[in-house]
């Protein structure tokens, strides 16, 4: 496992601790793993939610792959 140093506002370190006591992690160790892991998902989801949009707004390719790219420059 890799460690990392992150520097952090007063802010972030008092949302950090309060995480732990409120049991959402149990370290700060913990609730970083975590908020990484819930960023990803929403990412993942937000790029769906992209590709839906861009399938709705018909700016998507059709057809044959190899004759599509043929046609690029």
């Known amino acids: 496992m890799t460690t990392i140093s992150v520097p952090l506002r007063k802010k972030q370190e008092e949302q950090l601790e309060g995480l732990i006591k409120s049991g959402v992690g149990s370290s700060r160790a913990d609730v970083m793993r975590r908020a990484l892991e819930r960023l990803s998902e929403e990412e ?24 599509l790219l043929k046609k690029m420059p």
């Open 44 to 67: 993942a989801v937000a790029a769906v939610l992209r590709a839906e949009q861009e399938i709705a707004e018909k700016k998507v390719l059709r057809g044959d792959l190899k004759k």
